[in-house]
Structures are given as structure tokens and as C-alpha cells.
């Protein structure tokens, strides 16, 4: 892709069939076209007319790119799967590859995070249009994960859940051993995402059992890891920072939302989903600044604005058409999300030289954030296809709603687009409305075209381009890459994902903890999908409930608080006489989470399910990093667990269900 650098030369390139040279003619128009802003101001409509025409150039631009890279996509998408992907050679069956790359960089392994990304495009692609080849390939990824959950890592094992936060395996499904920034604790989140996906299209086409018999046993251990761990620091998405990422947060959220709604759907429960699922929601509100965007990782000690395409994957993949543009679950079209995309973007106006001459308003190259210094930190096509799908999702929503609101948060973002905008609502049919639609549209077919002027030969996409030259750097044809042009492609389409249960979801409870419950974990059998589960659209009524109760009435959630001034490395847990509590033995002791931990209010606590109707004598103990255990003085501390006798707590309140829950406020001693 040498001659990218045309890119600010003043001549006009002539357009070719696929519209790469685009973005080159349009900077320049724009430099021309700049000088007339002045003359327009106070005439709205030339203003508008003038975008229109830019629009509709652009327009056919991007369509015919769409038309080319669409089966480009597909087809390098699927060659990075195994067994038969033409560049995953030597791949298990169903494992998706970061990249064919095996040296600078070497991505020959399979991600938990990149592969659900990419699976749950892939699930979206088969709901929407049948096909034989996609399904064998999804069946074939729940088969490799059910395999890899119990595959134990340097991040630990399936028994007490830690291996599932192992952020990368070999390709034939082995543990990697090196080291690693982990764990990562966004991949049994969005996996568990991919794989309900497909579980409700199963029970949509009446293969319900298939859906409870096969799927879910994978789907509950990672609903189980991401209600034990949400809460805990971990390795953020790009690898490099240990803290609380927005974007794990919000999967999080997503998935145990998800996951509780499937659950009633199958005739199960997912009890620890629906306890923690409100609190998580409020821990998402946390990462927000009053500056007007999120900061994407807290608690990390690492000195950066926060300005991250994680928050924007995340307004993306957690979209639900649903509930509008709520803010609280950061809608793609809500005034946060805005504001946030707004804040973002303009990180990386002065950053890239690439960049430089683009007026403020008109898309840009991105990346990860703007301080990044991986291969000296470069624009990504990733990033530059969510923010165009962003932008494709709201508009979805604004048509489907007929309606745009603009608030005093949004009102930056939008006014970059159209300076003489108010804050208002604008109803569909009103010229503003019109406007603001082709406006964005244009805004976002522009993030599309940047990255397809930078696309490699034959419309290959790497994982990034670079700052400074605009050709293709690090990883080659990146899996993710694909499957980000091609859900981008499919909103700007209109077609769009079915929700996940959303408006289930969208409600922070009056008072908010960190609330985690440890759970147990099974390795699922080998899963053994029928043959000739094809569509069955008469099946397709099935109501999609939301829990609102318990099933097992039996057993009493527990939330053991405990105050406990620790050394740094020491974790508190507790043990006692119940196998729920590991029978006296140490070794099977359940931590508590110590997320709420301040030096004036030392809290460790856990949330655990407990048989009712027993009387259970424990005790917390303090293991330091080096094993040693330190037993708190007697006598035992003795409790009653009883559903009838279950004081009220918030844990369950939320779904105004009767789900026995007790707590106990302990202090060292
Ligand atoms: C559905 O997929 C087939 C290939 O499997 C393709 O030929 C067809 O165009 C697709 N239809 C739609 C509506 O996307
Ligand atoms: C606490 O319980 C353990 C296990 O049953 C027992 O061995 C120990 O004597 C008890 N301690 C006291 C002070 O009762």
C-alpha cells in the first residue's frame, strides 16, 4: 500500500471501482471546503446540502468497499478456524485463531476473548441466514470450549473457577506456559455471550433440550466464574494494564443479564447471575467522568487519560435495540456514549500524522489510545469499524424510535457535526432530524473509509496501520479485524443483533455493594449436538422470561462479611463445618473478596450458597502468600441457616423475587 500517502497531497485522485482513493479526494475537498464554513454559517441549508453532496460521494464509496471486502471478510475470517481453515493448519476443531502470524508478532493461539468476539458475530450472521457450514463451525467452537474450561493454567484450574480467567491457549487446545498479563477476566463473559446466543437460537427453532442438555453446562461455569469474579482486578482487554476495565465490567453485565434470562428459558436458574447482575451495573457507573467520557480502566495505578476504544467495543457489543439509548447500560445512542465516542476520537487528532489537516467533525484514523506505544502505537481497524458501528447503531435506533434527543452531554458531539444545532428532541419528518441522519451516517461511513484506504492488497486487513505511513503493521489478516468489518457492514445495513434482555437489566438497585458469590464448577460432558437441527420458524414463539424467584427454595444465599485488618498478600477465608464451607478443612476454604477493602473499613466478604435448615459452627482464617494460616481466636462462630428465618438483604430484592438470603457482620478476633 505504498502511495497511501497521497492521502494530503492537494490533486484530486480519480475515484476507482472500489473507492479507496476516496478519503485522499475528500481531505481535500475539506481543506477547500473549509474556508467556505464561514460564508455558511447562519444558512442551515446550504449547510446541509453541502454535507448531503459530501454524503452521497462518500456514500457510494463505502457502498462499493462494503460490496468487495464483504466476501474478502468472510472468506479470511474462516480461514483463521480450525480444522479446515485454509490458514489455521494444524488448529483443533472449532478453535479461532488471533492471526496466521507466528512471528512479529507471534498471535499462533487462540484467545478467549478475541474467539467469543469473533463466535458471537459469527452466531449473529447464522441467526439472521441459515447455514449448514456455520453451524457445524459454532458446534465445533462449543465442543473446543467445553474442552479448554478444564484445561488447567498457570491462572489455576476449573475447581474453583481460576483457570477460566487464562486469557490464551495453544491451538491444539494445551495450556500456554509463558508468561502473560493475567488473568483476564472478559473471556467466560463473552463467551458465555456466544454460546447463549446460540443456545437461544436453539430453543427459537425448538431444540430446547439440545440448548439445556449440551450448551449449558459450558454457559453455567462461566456465568459461575463471572458472578465469583467480576469484581476482582484483572488484565484489561489489550493486555497491559492490571485493574477494573469498563469494558470486562460491562460483558460482565451483559452476560449474567443473559444468562439469567436463558436460564428461566430452560427451566434452570442462574441465581448468582441475577444477585450480582444490579451490582455490577452499578460498578459500571463508576468508570464514568464528569469531563464527559469513561475512564476505561480504574485501579491501575497507570497514568493515562482513560480515553479508550474499550469503551466504545463496549457501547457495541453490549447494544441491545431494546432500551433506546439508555445511558445506564451506555446505548450506543445514549448522551454518554456520545459524548464519550466524542472524547475519544479527538485523542487521536493530533496524535497520527496520518491525521493531521482533518478538520475537527470529519472522521479520522484510531486506535487503542492515544499514549500507546505497541509497534509505536498505531491506528487499528478495529477501532475504526466500531466507531463507525457506534454511529450505525444509533442511527438504527433514532429511525426505529423516530425521534433524536440531543442533551447538554451529547450536544459537543453533535455539534461538531451541525454548529448550529440546539439541545432538543427532533421527531422524525423535521429537517433536523434529516439532517442529524445524514450527518452521522456520512460521519460514520467516513471511520469506514479511512480504514479501507489503509486496507492491504486484495482487501486484507491486519490488525493495525501505521501512524505515520498509513500501510498495514503488526499481525496480518487479524481474525478480529474480519469480524469487526462485518458486523459494521451488517449495521450499516440495518440488520441488526436480537437483544439480550436488556430492559431486564437496565435498573441500579436503591443501595449498591460488591456483591460475589463463589459457586462450584463442573466440567461439562463432551457436547453431542443431533444432526439436522436446521430452522424451525413455527417454533419461534418461545416467550423470553426473566426470573422472578427462586427454584430452589432450599438453599439460603449467605453473604459473609468480615472486618479483618490484612497485610499486604494475606487473604482472608473462611471455613467451617458444612461442605459448602470445606468441612474444617483449610484447604477448602472459601476466600472473600476484599474489592470493598478500604484502610478505614477493611472488608472481606463473600456471598455462598448454603444448604438451609442446618446449623453450621466457622471460623475466618488469614493465609498469607506463602501458605501460612492464621486462625481467628474461639470460640467457633455458630449460624442458623434457615430460609424461613432469612433476614432481608438486597441480594435478591431486585427481581422483587422470594429468595431466602442472611448475613452476618463479623470482625476479626
Ligand atoms: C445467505 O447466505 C448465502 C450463503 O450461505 C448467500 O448466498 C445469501 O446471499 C445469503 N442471504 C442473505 C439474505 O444474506
Ligand atoms: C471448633 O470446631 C472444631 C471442629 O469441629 C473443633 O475441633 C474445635 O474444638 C472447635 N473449637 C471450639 C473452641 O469449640
Same mark, same amino acid.
Given at each position: 500500500?505504498?502511495?497511501?500517502?497521497?492521502?494530503?497531497?492537494?490533486?484530486?485522485?480519480?475515484?476507482?471501482?472500489?473507492?479507496?482513493?476516496?478519503?485522499?479526494?475528500?481531505?481535500?475537498?475539506?481543506?477547500?471546503?473549509?474556508?467556505?464554513?464561514?460564508?455558511?454559517? &447562519?444558512?442551515?441549508?446550504?449547510?446541509?446540502?453541502?454535507?448531503? @453532496?459530501?454524503?452521497?460521494?462518500?456514500?457510494?464509496?463505502?457502498?462499493?468497499?462494503?460490496?468487495?471486502?464483504?466476501?474478502?471478510?468472510?472468506?479470511?475470517?474462516?480461514?483463521?478456524? &480450525?480444522?479446515?481453515?485454509?490458514?489455521?493448519?494444524?488448529?483443533?476443531?472449532?478453535?479461532?485463531?488471533?492471526?496466521?502470524?507466528?512471528?512479529?508478532?507471534?498471535?499462533?493461539?487462540?484467545?478467549?476473548?478475541?474467539?467469543?468476539?469473533?463466535?458471537?458475530?459469527?452466531?449473529?450472521?447464522?441467526? *439472521?441466514?441459515?447455514?449448514?457450514?456455520?453451524?457445524?463451525? #459454532?458446534?465445533?467452537?462449543?465442543?473446543?470450549?467445553?474442552?479448554?474450561?478444564?484445561?488447567?493454567?498457570?491462572?489455576?484450574?476449573?475447581?474453583?473457577?481460576?483457570?477460566?480467567?487464562?486469557?490464551?491457549?495453544?491451538?491444539?487446545?494445551?495450556?500456554?506456559?509463558?508468561?502473560?498479563?493475567?488473568?483476564?477476566?472478559?473471556?467466560?463473559?463473552?463467551?458465555?455471550?456466544?454460546?447463549?446466543?446460540?443456545?437461544?437460537?436453539?430453543?427459537?427453532?425448538?431444540?430446547?433440550? +439440545?440448548?439445556?442438555?449440551?450448551?449449558?453446562?459450558?454457559?453455567?461455569?462461566?456465568?459461575?466464574?463471572?458472578?465469583?469474579?467480576?469484581?476482582?482486578? &484483572?488484565?484489561?482487554?489489550?493486555?497491559?494494564?492490571?485493574?477494573?476495565?469498563?469494558? %470486562?465490567?460491562?460483558?460482565? *453485565?451483559?452476560?449474567?443479564?443473559?444468562?439469567?434470562?436463558?436460564?428461566?428459558?430452560?427451566?434452570?436458574?442462574? @441465581?448468582?447471575?441475577?444477585?450480582?447482575?444490579?451490582?455490577?451495573?452499578?460498578?459500571?457507573?463508576?468508570?464514568?467522568?464528569?469531563?464527559?467520557?469513561?475512564?476505561?480502566?480504574?485501579?491501575?495505578?497507570?497514568?493515562?487519560?482513560?480515553?479508550?476504544?474499550?469503551?466504545?467495543?463496549?457501547? #457495541? *457489543?453490549?447494544?441491545?435495540?431494546?432500551?433506546?439509548?439508555?445511558?445506564? +447500560?451506555?446505548?450506543?445512542?445514549?448522551?454518554?456514549?456520545?459524548?464519550?465516542?466524542?472524547?475519544?476520537?479527538?485523542?487521536?487528532?493530533?496524535?497520527?500524522? #496520518?491525521?493531521?489537516?482533518?478538520?475537527?467533525?470529519?472522521?479520522?484514523?484510531?486506535?487503542?489510545?492515544?499514549?500507546?506505544?505497541?509497534?509505536?502505537?498505531?491506528?487499528?481497524?478495529?477501532?475504526?469499524?466500531?466507531?463507525?458501528?457506534?454511529?450505525?447503531? $444509533? #442511527?438504527?435506533?433514532?429511525?426505529?424510535?423516530?425521534?433524536?434527543?440531543?442533551?447538554?452531554?451529547?450536544?459537543?458531539?453533535?455539534?461538531?457535526?451541525?454548529?448550529?444545532?440546539?439541545?432538543?428532541?427532533?421527531?422524525?419528518?423535521?429537517?433536523?432530524?434529516?439532517?442529524?441522519?445524514?450527518?452521522?451516517?456520512?460521519?460514520?461511513?467516513?471511520?469506514?473509509?479511512?480504514?479501507?484506504? *489503509?486496507?492491504?492488497?486484495?482487501?486484507?486487513?491486519?490488525?493495525?496501520?501505521?501512524?505515520?505511513?498509513?500501510?498495514? $503493521?503488526?499481525? $496480518?489478516?487479524?481474525?478480529?479485524?474480519?469480524?469487526?468489518?462485518?458486523?459494521? $457492514?451488517? @449495521?450499516?445495513?440495518?440488520?441488526?443483533?436480537?437483544?439480550?434482555?436488556?430492559?431486564?437489566?437496565?435498573?441500579?438497585?436503591?443501595?449498591?455493594?460488591?456483591?460475589?458469590?463463589?459457586?462450584?464448577?463442573?466440567?461439562?460432558?463432551?457436547?453431542?449436538?443431533?444432526?439436522?437441527?436446521?430452522?424451525?420458524?413455527?417454533?419461534?414463539?418461545?416467550?423470553?422470561?426473566?426470573?422472578?424467584?427462586?427454584?430452589?427454595?432450599?438453599?439460603?444465599?449467605?453473604?459473609?462479611?468480615?472486618?479483618?485488618?490484612?497485610?499486604?498478600?494475606?487473604?482472608?477465608?473462611?471455613?467451617?463445618?458444612?461442605?459448602?464451607?470445606?468441612?474444617?478443612?483449610?484447604?477448602?476454604?472459601?476466600?472473600?473478596?476484599?474489592?470493598?477493602?478500604?484502610?478505614?473499613?477493611?472488608?472481606?466478604?463473600?456471598?455462598?450458597?448454603?444448604?438451609?435448615?442446618?446449623?453450621?459452627?466457622?471460623?475466618?482464617?488469614?493465609?498469607?502468600?506463602?501458605?501460612?494460616?492464621?486462625?481467628?481466636?474461639?470460640?467457633?462462630?455458630?449460624?442458623?441457616?434457615?430460609?424461613?428465618?432469612?433476614?432481608?438483604?438486597?441480594?435478591?430484592?431486585? %427481581?422483587?423475587?422470594?429468595?431466602?438470603?442472611?448475613?452476618?457482620?463479623?470482625?476479626?478476633?
Amino acid at each position: 500500500m505504498a502511495g497511501l500517502v497521497v492521502q494530503f497531497q492537494d490533486h484530486l485522485p480519480s475515484l476507482n471501482a472500489s473507492g479507496l482513493t476516496l478519503p485522499a479526494m475528500l481531505s481535500s475537498l475539506l481543506v477547500l471546503g473549509s474556508c467556505a464554513v464561514q460564508a455558511v454559517v &447562519g444558512r442551515p441549508d446550504t449547510a446541509a446540502l453541502r454535507v448531503k @453532496r459530501e454524503g452521497a460521494i462518500l456514500k457510494r464509496s463505502v457502498d462499493s468497499f462494503v460490496q468487495s471486502e464483504t466476501p474478502i471478510a468472510w472468506s479470511k475470517l474462516l480461514c483463521n478456524i &480450525g480444522p479446515s481453515g485454509c490458514a489455521a493448519s494444524g488448529a483443533a476443531a472449532g478453535v479461532v485463531i488471533a492471526s496466521p502470524s507466528k512471528s512479529s508478532p507471534d498471535y499462533w493461539y487462540t484467545w478467549t476473548r478475541d474467539a467469543s468476539l469473533v463466535m458471537t458475530g459469527i452466531v449473529d450472521a447464522f441467526a *439472521h441466514n441459515y447455514s449448514s457450514t456455520l453451524q457445524t463451525t #459454532i458446534q465445533n467452537f462449543v465442543i473446543s470450549q467445553a474442552k479448554l474450561q478444564g484445561v488447567s493454567n498457570p491462572s489455576g484450574g476449573l475447581s474453583n473457577g481460576a483457570g477460566l480467567g487464562e486469557p490464551k491457549f495453544m491451538v491444539d487446545l494445551t495450556k500456554f506456559s509463558g508468561e502473560w498479563g493475567r488473568p483476564q477476566r472478559d473471556g467466560p463473559p463473552l463467551r458465555a455471550i456466544a454460546l447463549i446466543r446460540y443456545a437461544r437460537w436453539l430453543v427459537d427453532n425448538g431444540y430446547k433440550s +439440545t440448548a439445556k442438555d449440551v450448551v449449558w453446562p459450558v454457559i453455567k461455569n462461566d456465568l459461575t466464574y463471572t458472578a465469583q469474579y467480576w469484581g476482582e482486578t &484483572g488484565f484489561d482487554l489489550w493486555e497491559e494494564v492490571p485493574g477494573n476495565s469498563f469494558f %470486562t465490567v460491562a460483558a460482565s *453485565h451483559r452476560a449474567l443479564v443473559e444468562g439469567a434470562s436463558l436460564a428461566a428459558q430452560l427451566g434452570t436458574e442462574c @441465581r448468582a447471575c441475577i444477585t450480582t447482575a444490579p451490582h455490577v451495573l452499578c460498578y459500571q457507573q463508576t468508570f464514568w467522568n464528569n469531563g464527559g467520557y469513561i475512564v476505561s480502566n480504574l485501579n491501575t495505578g497507570a497514568s493515562r487519560s482513560g480515553k479508550d476504544v474499550n469503551s466504545v467495543l463496549t457501547s #457495541i *457489543h453490549t447494544f441491545d435495540p431494546a432500551v433506546g439509548c439508555d445511558a445506564t +447500560t451506555f446505548q450506543p445512542c445514549s448522551d454518554k456514549a456520545l459524548s464519550n465516542l466524542k472524547a475519544y476520537v479527538d485523542t487521536f487528532r493530533s496524535t497520527y500524522a #496520518i491525521n493531521s489537516g482533518i478538520p475537527a467533525g470529519k472522521a479520522v484514523a484510531v486506535g487503542r489510545y492515544s499514549e500507546d506505544i505497541y509497534y509505536n502505537g498505531n491506528p487499528w481497524y478495529l477501532a475504526n469499524f466500531a466507531v463507525a458501528e457506534q454511529l450505525y447503531d $444509533a #442511527i438504527y435506533v433514532w429511525k426505529k424510535e423516530a425521534s433524536i434527543t440531543v442533551t447538554s452531554l451529547s450536544l459537543g458531539f453533535f455539534k461538531e457535526l451541525i454548529p448550529s444545532i440546539a439541545t432538543g428532541t427532533y421527531a422524525s419528518g423535521s429537517s433536523t432530524f434529516q439532517s442529524i441522519i445524514d450527518a452521522v451516517s456520512a460521519y460514520a461511513d467516513g471511520f469506514i473509509d479511512v480504514a479501507a484506504s *489503509h486496507a492491504g492488497s486484495g482487501g486484507s486487513l491486519a490488525e493495525q496501520y501505521d501512524r505515520n505511513t498509513g500501510n498495514p $503493521a503488526s499481525a $496480518a489478516d487479524l481474525t478480529w479485524s474480519y469480524a469487526s468489518f462485518l458486523s459494521a $457492514a451488517d @449495521r450499516r445495513a440495518g440488520i441488526v443483533p436480537a437483544g439480550w434482555s436488556a430492559e431486564n437489566g437496565k435498573t441500579l438497585p436503591s443501595t449498591c455493594n460488591r456483591a460475589q458469590v463463589a459457586g462450584t464448577y463442573t466440567q461439562a460432558p463432551t457436547p453431542v449436538f443431533p444432526a439436522n437441527q436446521t430452522p424451525n420458524p413455527a417454533a419461534s414463539t418461545a416467550p423470553k422470561p426473566f426470573p422472578t424467584g427462586c427454584l430452589n427454595a432450599a438453599e439460603v444465599y449467605v453473604t459473609f462479611n468480615e472486618k479483618a485488618t490484612t497485610a499486604w498478600g494475606q487473604t482472608v477465608k473462611v471455613v467451617g463445618s458444612t461442605a459448602e464451607l470445606g468441612s474444617w478443612n483449610v484447604a477448602n476454604a472459601v476466600p472473600l473478596s476484599a474489592v470493598a477493602y478500604t484502610s478505614g473499613n477493611p472488608l472481606w466478604s463473600i456471598t455462598l450458597p448454603i444448604k438451609a435448615g442446618q446449623t453450621v459452627s466457622y471460623k475466618y482464617v488469614k493465609v498469607g502468600a506463602d501458605g501460612s494460616v492464621q486462625w481467628e481466636s474461639d470460640p467457633n462462630r455458630s449460624l442458623t441457616v434457615s430460609a424461613a428465618a432469612a433476614t432481608t438483604t438486597d441480594v435478591c430484592n431486585q %427481581t422483587g423475587g422470594a429468595c431466602a438470603a442472611q448475613k452476618v457482620d463479623d470482625t476479626w478476633r
